[in-house]
């Protein structure tokens, strides 16, 4: 065991299995105390690596992240304190990794339950090696202005109301972490304050004792006087009587055993620690106090009174000359959390994105409003989902199946359209499924899939303008463009696309009105007078026909259509049908394990 000083200014740490809140509060406790550097040097996350980010005071740092503790302390050989946050099934493994490294020399352990098979090996290891073991079941130690562990003394509120942001003259150990935070505001309030606490945790074989820690603070000079808070169960505190007794100790010694109120039950009682149970008389907190007070140690009557001593016995070293009770400084401002702040309503922040279409704030997500549960419930089914999430509201049925079947008619088109033969060329060069999908996907625009929202477009400006069909193709001849959603590079007027036929059939069937699709027949019927293969294609039929649902429904106003058209709803529409296709085409090839595609030379035109 340490026979001085654990920690200083400059101490740092490797912390195992991340926790995002403790090491903030230690970052935090750094800042307060004007340390120079962070206090938590790396952070141990098995099979992760990488940097985590964490504010030291106002300022962003990024500490690394290693996976195994052999290369963080490799990587910060300075660092010689190690915080075991792993659960109770792997602390103990982690704790001696840890300790037979020869940069560690502090060890806490955070977790409660060890086997105490294992907490007697690692005791046994570090006694052997001169190494430190803070734990099991402990929420760590402090220094003073110094350094923390982990969650010790709680939040900085605490911490500054308890002056531990700058060093006092007290020693102080505990078996309790909770009743540390107690104390160190006790003790605070009736003298200048904690150099070092300690909380040596509850089990039954703790990796160090109380009087281990009381033989360190008797021989660290800024220490002047020592407070113990011990627990009924167990023997550790007669270790201390006797060190007492033998006079190792030459600093008053302040001490109070809690649990007196155990024999006030007729039967054993277990109290929170695994430790804190009576296993006889010598092991009852009368007994310790008792032993304690014959010791030559300050024992109060109750807790209640021990306060009380604490300030006596400080009071009287200051009286004789052995103390200065240190001067008080103003600790620096914590920057707060910008969260926090706007919980409490200090400060306003704008949001960095608006969403109108869904919410996953609440106990399940929502679409347009429209809980998932609700959805499932009423039996909707994609096209209600996409009338949700795309036009923000509950579209008539009738609609919500207008846009399955566009669905289903454009999720593929073979394997030889540009957009399939991209994916097939991707997938047999071996790349992963959305390389493929995405190689597919960019094809698609005016000449491939992409025509449905200017085929609205000029099909809505000619119809709403009372342009003839006439009038209507030959102003788009004269501008040089051709009429999007006209022709085919397979279908004839003698040979329809069938998907056109179908779309036509459901809506003449189920639409209110089907003015634009009419339109758009009599546009295709003065095409086909020029030429037989200038027939209206899908992408002319799901765009006249989209202009009918949104017209029809009832559901949106003029300026709302002109958007929908405008901002691309509707190419939206082909992509994701086509999207379906494509994957398909994907898993097709990897299944069937074609090799990589080479076009044949014979296909090619070369020439000067």
Same mark, same amino acid.
């Given at each position: 065991?340490?026979?001085?000083?654990?920690?200083?200014?400059?101490?740092?740490?490797?912390?195992?299995?991340?926790?995002?809140?403790?090491?903030?509060?230690?970052?935090?406790?750094?800042?307060?105390? +004007?340390?120079?550097?962070?206090?938590?040097?790396?952070?141990?996350?098995?099979?992760?690596?990488? &940097?985590?980010?964490?504010?030291?005071?106002?300022?962003?740092?990024?500490?690394?992240?290693?996976?195994?503790?052999?290369?963080?302390?490799?990587?910060?050989?300075?660092?010689?304190?190690? /915080?075991?946050?792993?659960?109770?099934?792997?602390?103990?493994?982690?704790?001696?990794?840890?300790?037979?490294?020869?940069?560690?020399?502090?060890?806490?352990?955070?977790?409660?339950?060890?086997?105490?098979? $294992?907490?007697?090996?690692?005791?046994?290891?570090?006694?052997?090696?001169?190494?430190?073991?803070?734990?099991?079941?402990?929420?760590?130690?402090?220094?003073?202005?110094?350094?923390? *562990?982990?969650?010790?003394?709680?939040?900085?509120?605490? !911490?500054?109301?308890?002056?531990?942001?700058?060093?006092?003259?007290?020693?102080?150990?505990?078996?309790?972490?909770?009743?540390? %935070?107690?104390?160190?505001?006790?003790?605070?309030?009736?003298?200048?304050? !904690?150099?070092?606490?300690?909380? /040596?945790?509850?089990?039954?074989?703790?990796?160090?004792?109380?009087?281990?820690?009381?033989?360190?603070?008797? =021989? *660290?000079?800024?220490?002047?006087?020592?407070?113990?808070?011990?627990?009924?169960?167990?023997? $550790?505190?007669?270790?201390?009587?006797?060190?007492?007794?033998?006079?190792?100790? =030459?600093?008053?010694?302040?001490?109070?055993?809690?649990?007196?109120?155990?024999?006030?039950?007729?039967?054993?009682?277990?109290?929170?620690?695994?430790?804190?149970?009576?296993?006889?008389?010598?092991?009852?907190?009368?007994?310790? =106090?008792?032993?304690?007070?014959? +010791?030559?140690?300050?024992?109060?009557?109750?807790?209640?009174?021990?306060?009380?001593?604490?300030?006596?016995?400080?009071?009287?070293?200051?009286?004789?000359?052995?103390?200065?009770?240190?001067?008080?400084?103003?600790?620096?401002? /914590?920057?707060?959390?910008?969260?926090?702040?706007?919980?409490?309503?200090?400060?306003?922040?704008?949001?960095?994105?608006?969403?109108?279409?869904?919410?996953?704030?609440?106990?399940?997500?929502?679409?347009?409003?429209?809980?998932?549960?609700? !959805?499932?419930?009423?039996?909707?089914?994609?096209? $209600?989902?996409?009338?949700?999430?795309?036009?923000?509201?509950?579209?008539?049925?009738?609609?919500?199946?207008?846009?399955?079947?566009?669905?289903?008619?454009?999720?593929?088109?073979?394997?030889?359209?540009?957009?399939?033969?991209?994916?097939?060329?991707? +997938?047999?060069?071996?790349?992963?499924?959305?390389?493929?999908?995405?190689?597919?996907?960019?094809?698609?625009?005016?000449?491939?899939?992409?025509?449905?929202?200017?085929?609205?477009?000029?099909?809505?400006?000619?119809?709403?303008?009372?342009?003839?069909? @006439?009038?209507?193709?030959?102003?788009?001849?004269?501008? #040089?463009?051709?009429?999007?959603? *006209?022709?085919?590079?397979?279908?004839?007027?003698?040979?329809?696309?069938?998907?056109?036929?179908?779309?036509?059939?459901?809506?003449?069937? %189920?639409?209110?009105?089907?003015? @634009?699709?009419?339109?758009?027949?009599?546009?295709?019927?003065?095409?086909?007078?020029?030429?037989?293969?200038?027939?209206?294609?899908?992408?002319?039929? /799901?765009?006249?026909?989209?202009? $009918?649902?949104?017209?029809?429904? #009832?559901? &949106?106003?003029?300026?709302? *259509?002109?958007? !929908?058209?405008?901002?691309?709803?509707?190419?939206?529409?082909?992509?994701?049908?086509?999207?379906?296709?494509?994957?398909?085409?994907?898993?097709?090839?990897?299944?069937?394990?074609?090799?990589?595609?080479?076009?044949?030379?014979?296909?090619?035109?070369?020439?000067?």
């Amino acid at each position: 065991m340490a026979t001085g000083q654990l920690f200083s200014k400059t101490t740092q740490a490797l912390f195992y299995n991340y926790k995002q809140l403790p090491i903030q509060r230690m970052l935090d406790f750094d800042f307060l105390c +004007a340390r120079e550097t962070p206090s938590v040097a790396g952070i141990i996350n098995p099979g992760s690596e990488g &940097f985590q980010k964490l504010f030291f005071g106002q300022e962003e740092i990024a500490i690394p992240v290693h996976s195994t503790i052999e290369a963080a302390c490799a990587a910060h050989p300075t660092a010689d304190v190690f /915080i075991n946050f792993a659960s109770f099934r792997s602390a103990a493994a982690s704790s001696m990794s840890a300790l037979k490294q020869p940069t560690i020399k502090v060890a806490a352990i955070i977790a409660e339950g060890v086997p105490e098979s $294992d907490a007697k090996e690692l005791i046994a290891y570090a006694k052997a090696n001169n190494k430190v073991v803070i734990g099991p079941a402990t929420v760590g130690g402090i220094q003073a202005g110094a350094f923390k *562990i982990g969650d010790t003394a709680g939040t900085i509120d605490n !911490i500054i109301q308890c002056k531990l942001y700058r060093p006092g003259s007290v020693g102080f150990v505990s078996k309790s972490g909770g009743m540390s %935070n107690e104390l160190y505001n006790s003790i605070a309030r009736v003298t200048d304050g !904690i150099y070092e606490g300690i909380a /040596i945790g509850g089990d039954v074989f703790p990796g160090s004792t109380l009087s281990d820690h009381v033989l360190r603070f008797n =021989n *660290i000079p800024q220490v002047k006087m020592v407070v113990v808070l011990g627990e009924l169960g167990g023997r $550790d505190e007669y270790s201390l009587v006797e060190a007492l007794k033998q006079g190792k100790i =030459n600093k008053p010694v302040v001490a109070w055993v809690s649990g007196t109120c155990a024999t006030l039950f007729k039967s054993e009682v277990q109290f929170g620690h695994a430790g804190a149970k009576s296993g006889g008389e010598m092991e009852s907190a009368q007994a310790k =106090n008792q032993a304690l007070r014959d +010791a030559g140690a300050i024992v109060p009557t109750s807790y209640e009174a021990f306060e009380g001593a604490i300030k006596d016995a400080f009071e009287k070293l200051v009286e004789a000359g052995k103390t200065t009770p240190v001067k008080e400084i103003t600790p620096p401002q /914590i920057p707060e959390d910008l969260s926090t702040a706007i919980k409490s309503g200090k400060v306003r922040a704008p949001t960095h994105i608006i969403s109108t279409i869904s919410d996953d704030r609440g106990e399940e997500p929502c679409y347009a409003g429209v809980p998932m549960s609700s !959805i499932v419930e009423q039996g909707l089914g994609v096209g $209600d989902v996409i009338s949700l999430l795309w036009f923000k509201r509950s579209l008539p049925r009738y609609c919500t199946r207008f846009i399955e079947i566009c669905v289903m008619l454009c999720a593929d088109h073979g394997p030889c359209v540009s957009g399939a033969h991209n994916s097939i060329v991707t +997938a047999r060069a071996g790349k992963d499924l959305v390389s493929c999908l995405v190689s597919g996907l960019l094809t698609i625009g005016p000449r491939f899939g992409g025509a449905i929202d200017d085929a609205a477009r000029y099909f809505k400006d000619a119809y709403d303008k009372g342009l003839t069909p @006439y009038e209507f193709v030959e102003s788009m001849k004269k501008k #040089g463009i051709r009429v999007p959603g *006209i022709g085919h590079r397979i279908k004839r007027g003698d040979n329809r696309d069938k998907r056109v036929e179908l779309l036509q059939r459901y809506a003449r069937e %189920n639409f209110p009105s089907v003015k @634009y699709m009419e339109y758009a027949v009599q546009v295709e019927t003065y095409t086909l007078s020029k030429a037989n293969n200038l027939v209206l294609n899908v992408d002319g039929a /799901i765009g006249s026909l989209f202009l $009918d649902l949104l017209a029809g429904s #009832g559901m &949106f106003t003029k300026p709302e *259509i002109d958007e !929908i058209v405008e901002i691309g709803y509707l190419n939206g529409l082909f992509v994701l049908a086509r999207s379906i296709g494509l994957i398909g085409h994907t898993f097709d090839q990897k299944r069937l394990k074609q090799p990589l595609y080479r076009h044949p030379w014979e296909d090619v035109l070369y020439t000067k």
